[in-house]
């Protein structure tokens, strides 16, 4: 065989080898893309399902901080609430004073944390609770968190979420569950009430009231949203500290010219029924 001959069956095995391993790279690339494209199929997916789980937070997120009043409340935005008889059943209930006024109106804007509100508390609660119960004076309560503000922590906030908790069990729970967090009130500084489980503890000494809804109501803040608001309208009222009382509108604690006792309110109270 010539050399050119030789040469020239070299020079096609090479062409041949050569296509080959082309062809051969062809494939691998074909492999290569096709894996890649399930990966990225696959991560697409993935991040389909986390963007969907991402608004799914969101929208869970949004719900929870919805304001729920509690049951029973009243006034302006449902932020009161109301404790003792309302003035048709004090009617109702005196029918031998037909053509009297109904019950006087007590407006107290209380933090459970506020040693001065635990003063008030202390000082007229036996009266108080007299003349709610003679049907002369209901109560309307607005619940603050000016001491959380002050000196931070979270149990002005815990507390009167607790209570409001109380009262969706029912008036007469939230007037005895209200007593019972102002006779164990600790110092303002230690925030023993930013403990939930202390609340739930103080809740057992009102017969009936800690049950699952009422334990899961103060575990989960049920009406946190609606205790913030209460608050911020109480900033924006021009009364400047708690405990603020009106009696009918009309400031009548904290005034050291003028000191309220208990006869002093209840002459009070009387003459305003006169009126």
Known sequence: MSQRNREGKRGARERLREQRERERARAKRKRTLGVLGAVVAVLGAAVGVGMVASRTDDDSGKSSGALVPPRGAVGKGRLVIPSGRSEK???EGKAGRAGKAGPVTLTVYEDFRCPGCKQFEDVFRKTVHELQDTGRMRVEYHLVTIIDGNLGGTGSLRAANAAAC??????????????????HQSQETRDTYADNGRLIKLADQVPGLVTPAFRKCVEDGRHDAWVRK?????AHSGYGSTPTVLLGGKSIYGDPKKPLSPNKLKRMVLAAARD
Not at 230 to 234: C, G, I, K, L, T
């Open 89 to 91: 059943s004090a009617q």
């Open 166 to 183: 109380a009262q969706d069990k029912g008036p007469a729970k939230f007037r005895a569950y209200h007593d019972v967090l102002y006779r």
């Open 230 to 234: 209460s608050n911020d309208v109480f």
